[in-house]
């Protein structure tokens, strides 16, 4: 029989963020009243945020599969095959409440999990992103919380020696309890050597590897399953404190230890720790697992079982290894001055069970508690609908000139070089585009093959159309990789929503993911991995319905590319795509009009890839090297940002007729990309796309060192450059 | 020529600047901090960029005292070349080969960026591939890259001619705008007193070719590998 010292009160359980209902399954499954440690343990594994509880019924409608899918959700990471016997390992993933609570520590521990799920998988890391959302910038934390986190992905990743290339940072009132810090790790791998969570064998060593245990983190992950409130921050105990130097030396140690043939199973150890890993490594392989804490190396004395099981300690890992190569293994880890202990065996019991100073602490069904946690269809109700707005209906409160001119220098549209300048972007020397374009390239190894990797989502579409809103990010992410030339494979996906127990916020999440799996069905672009992150929320206020798209392509010849840089002068600009001027939801309408309503603009899948095929080849048949896809702020700004990347200007003179054109230049009509190419292969282009029924106009020529948009005054590059730059570097000066 | 790159734990740049070296036409082998011993018959010892020792205590202190640093001064005595970049220049700082010390950046953030440099003298042996006065791209990334020392080295080492590079505008023009890590006199790289070790912030490693951004950084591993005769 198992001593229970501490009495399992009503309020204990609460505590432990478990609902009434869940504990009594949870003692009707184990027939007793459980120990403490046994409490923590299944508060950990049934939190949200471990469990998947509200969100698994509806992932399951996500397309995963595809020729080139090695490895879909479920894994540390997504697997997908990249020819050659490579593989590419990715995945995303949410540190949104710890990085609330301590901006630096939060986003740096965020990026730490991120870069180990991908090494856990045998991958070494070539190239990290993130996806940021602040509060809106005249709130009084919005400055301290973008210099933290930016400061915190930064410090982690630039020790650690992974180049930071892509992202995208963003600002809403609806952020400004619940901030969103997302990132996302890219890693390369050979296609035959990937390595799982997955436990074979009984009597196997289970071995403790990296870093020792503290009393950090402890409840990290039931903290994230819980919505905010003004006590938020005394949670911040729970907020983990990163070491990239050992994440650093982790890495090189596990892949020196996958090399030499030991490791039968790896699981890192993120949330819930000692707990998550142990139980999903024997969940998922049909067998029992055995630890003896004892020895377990630990960085304080006198923990308790409980404390070591929930401990959220950064850079360990636990690794199931072949029998007979322990002395071999601790070897390695000692070279690289890490901890390796043997802290347990697998079992043919299936009972999750955990000894301390020779006592039985905990004994559980190990499949219950992983695999076969509770699942939930939450109630929801559909978002109501938004009215269509006519382009007509929309009138223009400022010259089409001083718009451009404000949205450039707009804390949404502004540059974010501020930000990207202090990620260490070009490390490993194989950045073939940096931050700043449609989509980052980074070459595998020495070529001549190259990623093209990009995040993106447009919450406020998401917001009045979950399911638009939804394809829509899938699309974009798929646009972005398609402008530089990538054939898009396949996107990790990052799924922040409020409190799924509203059935609005719930409403939401299904509307999103319905519309994410029906444009990743139409576009052949599968989820391979993915983070849900549910409760944000801070007061009954729940953040816009961000999921976070983390797109991956292939370009079969790295120097085959496309930038959004003009290039040459007299280059004809060919718009790609159908204009309606499309305003709802627009950035014009919100931040010129300050107008923030109705319906977002629809994407045709159909037309989405026919578009986006055609705009492909153009660049790998070399026609075409200059692409920027149209999103945010319609052909104008992507004009401007195309001006002002090359530095070159340009003027407009091609307008359709029976259109304001405001709505022609600021419109957010879907599948658009704007083009620039020499004269002599214009005419070639605007044939060929003619012949397969893709819309292309030419609407003007590069040249000079002005904006020229018809009718309207010229405005020189150098002052929309102005604007642009100085926006986000005035602001965190504290002069905005 | 044969190049050593040290790898301490905590290096992450010696990839690239094992890549730079053999593009220029280098033997290049990884020397591990434990060594006491540099592999024999060695030409050029690479010290590179990273968070040795995660930057702890100071950046390159504790990597100034490794054992294999015993011998990357014995090398140096002798007249071998020494290249430290980035961590490695700080490490050069720390372990005595050369003076003052890299702080903490003017704006207290880490900068990633391209960055000019006027070549202050190309009669070295890592500078003979450019032309006096040029203005090389390369780029920086670095939290700690402000060079400080006291009035006395700083006369010195101008005295001398020991600066190597300073931060440039593209036409070369060595303004406060360009210097933005703060560095005194914009020292961007110095050489010891014989001209055999070079410390500098910058990462020429990284623009040595044009798909990733141009070759100006190659010229210096150029320079190098024409110091020595090609082995048979």
């Known amino acids: 029989m198992i001593r229970n010292d501490v009495a399992i009160t009503p309020e204990l359980v609460k505590e432990h963020g478990l609902k009434p209902d869940e504990y009594e399954r949870f003692v009707n499954l184990i027939g007793r009243e459980p120990t403490i440690t046994e409490l923590g343990i299944v508060s950990a594994m049934w939190n949200e945020h471990c469990s998947y509880k509200s969100s698994r019924i509806h992932l399951r409608g996500l397309p995963t599969k595809a020729p080139w899918v090695i490895q879909g959700p479920g894994e540390n990471a997504g697997v997908i095959d990249i020819g050659d016997g490579q593989a590419c390992v990715f995945k995303m993933e949410s540190h949104n409440h710890p990085s609330f609570i301590e901006p630096y520590q939060g986003a740096a521990t965020g990026v730490g999990g991120i870069l180990r799920d991908v090494f856990t998988m045998g991958a070494r890391p070539i190239a990290a992103l993130n996806f940021l959302r602040f509060g809106e910038p005249d709130h009084p934390k919005t400055a301290h919380l973008v210099s933290g986190v930016v400061a915190g992905i930064g410090g982690y990743g630039n020790s650690f020696g992974v180049p930071t290339v892509g992202g995208s940072v963003g600002f809403h009132s609806r952020y400004n309890g619940n901030i969103l810090v997302n990132a996302m790790a890219v890693g390369l791998a050979r296609a035959d050597e990937i390595f799982y969570a997955k436990a074979t064998g009984v009597g196997n060593p289970i071995v403790y590897l990296g870093s020792k245990t503290g009393r950090d983190g402890i409840h990290g992950a039931t903290m994230a399953s819980a919505e905010f409130d003004e006590s938020s921050e005394e949670k911040r105990p729970t907020v983990q404190v990163g070491d990239p130097f050992s994440e650093k030396l982790l890495l090189e140690a596990c892949l020196e230890l996958m090399k030499s043939g030991a490791v039968i199973a790896i699981q890192d150890m993120g949330a819930a720790g000692l707990t998550s890993s142990a139980v999903e490594m024997g969940a998922k392989g049909n067998l029992g697992v055995e630890l003896d804490l004892d020895q377990v190396p630990c960085r304080e004395e006198g923990m308790t079982a409980y404390e070591m099981m929930l401990s959220e300690s950064q850079e360990r890992m636990l690794m199931v290894l072949k029998p007979g190569m322990e002395k071999e293994a601790e070897a390695i880890f000692h070279k690289w001055g890490l901890d390796f202990a043997i802290i347990g065996k697998t079992t043919d019991t299936l009972r999750f069970v955990i000894k301390h100073g020779g006592e039985v602490k905990a004994d559980l069904p190990i499949k219950e508690l992983g695999d076969e946690a509770p699942v939930y269809d939450r109630p929801w109700v559909e978002s109501p609908r938004q009215p269509v707005i006519e382009p007509s209906s929309v009138k223009a409160p400022m010259s089409e000139a001083e718009a451009l001119l404000k949205l450039v220098g707009s804390p949404d549209q502004c540059s974010k070089r501020w930000v990207w300048e202090q990620y260490d972007h070009l490390i490993l020397g194989n950045t073939v585009q940096t931050p700043g374009g449609d989509a980052a390239i980074v070459r595998i190894e020495d070529g001549p093959k190259g990623l093209a990797l990009t995040t993106d989502v447009t919450p406020r579409y998401c917001e009045a159309d979950p399911f638009e809103g939804g394809k829509q990010a899938v699309a974009e992410a798929w646009r972005n990789i398609t402008a530089v030339g990538g054939l898009p494979l396949a996107i990790t996906d990052n799924l922040n929503f409020a409190s799924p127990e509203r059935p609005e916020a719930m409403g939401q999440f299904v509307g999103c993911v319905r519309g994410i799996g029906e444009a990743c069905r139409a576009l052949d672009f599968p989820v391979v991995s993915g983070n849900v992150s549910l409760y944000n929320e801070t007061n009954g206020q729940g953040i816009l319905p961000t999921p976070a798209i983390g797109g991956v392509g292939l370009l079969d010849d790295v120097t085959v590319n496309a930038s959004i840089a003009f290039k040459r002068e007299e280059d004809v600009i060919v718009l790609i795509g159908v204009t309606e001027g499309w305003l709802g939801q627009s950035i014009y309408l919100r931040d010129i009009c300050d107008r923030e309503e109705g319906a977002p603009p629809p994407v045709d899948l159909v037309v989405e890839k026919r578009n986006g095929d055609f705009v492909r080849q153009l660049i790998r048949s070399g026609q075409v090297d200059t692409v920027h896809d149209c999103s945010d702020g319609g052909i104008a700004l992507s004009l401007a940002e195309m001006a002002m990347a090359g530095r070159i200007g340009a003027t407009l003179t091609a307008v359709p007729e029976g259109l304001a054109l405001h709505a022609f230049l600021f419109g957010e009509d879907q599948g658009r990309y704007l083009l620039a190419l020499p004269q002599e292969n214009a005419a070639d282009v605007l044939y060929e796309a003619s012949a397969i029924g893709i819309l292309a106009v030419a609407l003007g020529v590069t040249g000079g060192d002005t904006l020229i948009l018809p009718g309207e005054q010229a405005i020189s590059v150098r002052e929309l450059k102005a604007a642009h730059e100085s926006w986000l570097p005035d602001y965190m000066a504290g002069k905005a | ?232």
């Open chain 2, 1 to 232: 020529m044969k190049s050593a790159v040290v790898v301490f734990p905590g290096s992450n740049r010696e990839g690239d600047v094992l890549r730079a070296l053999k593009l220029a036409g280098s033997d290049v082998q990884k020397v591990w901090h434990a060594e006491t011993e540099l592999p024999k018959g060695t030409d050029l010892v690479v010290l590179p960029g990273g968070f040795s020792y995660g930057d702890y205590l100071r950046c390159g202190a504790i990597a100034g005292r490794a054992a294999v640093m015993d011998a990357v001064r014995a090398h140096a005595a002798r007249g071998g070349l020494v290249l430290g970049i980035c961590n490695g220049f700080q490490i050069l700082c720390e372990s005595g080969l050369l003076p003052g010390i890299l702080m903490r950046n003017a704006n207290l953030r880490f900068i990633c960026h391209r960055q000019f440099l006027k070549v202050e003298r190309n009669d070295t042996a890592f500078t003979k591939a450019y032309a006096k006065g040029q203005a090389i791209d390369v780029c920086v990334a670095h939290g700690e890259g402000n060079y400080t020392a006291d009035v006395e080295t700083l006369n010195r080492l101008e005295g001398e001619g020991l600066v190597a590079f300073r931060y440039c505008d593209a036409q070369g023009h060595v303004t406060a705008d360009a210097n933005r890590n703060g560095s005194m006199n914009s020292i961007a790289g110095i050489y010891s007193d014989k001209l055999n070790v070079l410390g500098m912030m910058p990462h020429p490693e990284n623009l040595v070719e044009n798909l990733v951004g141009g070759t100006d950084g190659l010229r210096l591993f150029e320079s190098l590998v024409s110091s020595f005769p090609k082995a048979a």
